[in-house]
């Protein structure tokens, strides 16, 4: 089975490439979407995030508020590391499970969704790295409209991911959005 590695810095259109694969039949997975499962109310790792950040994190719902977290990670390095180190193994357990159904199944091909691919250290598990790319000012402007957030805070998010032009150096496969 090929697996896929799809990739590339907030909002450069790695979803929008995704959704063409699924619209084509390829079965796609989501690391974000993972993640969120990953912290869902009543999980281990939502409990151990409200230990690491406090109880300011969880919503009265007993969500997760990811607005807290991120003022505090992209801002923090140390927290960073501390909440990746809490979410990522999850979310590899949930895309290998997921990655095994698919080649039960006899997928041909599967798409692996995965913003830190590089980051995470995992590039070397996909058979062909693609990578999606858009201009600094576009992304950041995306960020502020999708997600409601201030020019500093978009900036502070783009500025704690890798480079995008290390990323389309590392990649097979650079797709321009």
Do not use: Y
């Not at 990739?7 to 929008?16: H, L, R």
Request: proline share 4%; aromatic share 4%.
């Amino acid at each position: 089975m090929l697996i896929v590695g799809l990739t590339g810095n907030v909002a450069a259109g790695k979803s929008a490439v995704a959704e063409l694969w699924r619209e084509a039949g390829v079965p796609v997975v989501s690391a974000d979407r993972l993640a969120r499962t990953a912290v869902e109310p009543g999980t281990e790792a939502l409990a151990r995030i409200e230990e690491l950040f406090g109880p300011g994190v969880i919503q009265p719902d007993g969500a997760l508020d990811r607005g807290a977290v991120r003022r505090i990670v992209f801002r923090d390095e140390d927290a960073l590391r501390h909440l990746e180190a809490i979410v990522h193994p999850e979310v590899r357990r949930l895309r290998d499970e997921w990655t095994r159904r698919r080649r039960e199944e006899g997928a041909g091909m599967v798409v692996w969704e995965i913003p830190l691919l590089f980051e995470t250290g995992i590039e070397d598990e996909v058979d062909v790295v693609v990578v999606v790319d858009a201009p600094a000012g576009v992304r950041k402007r995306r960020v502020v409209e999708t997600r409601g957030i201030g020019d500093e805070e978009a900036v502070a998010i783009m500025e704690s991911q890798m480079a995008a032009d290390e990323k389309r150096r590392r990649a097979d496969v650079v797709v321009e959005n």
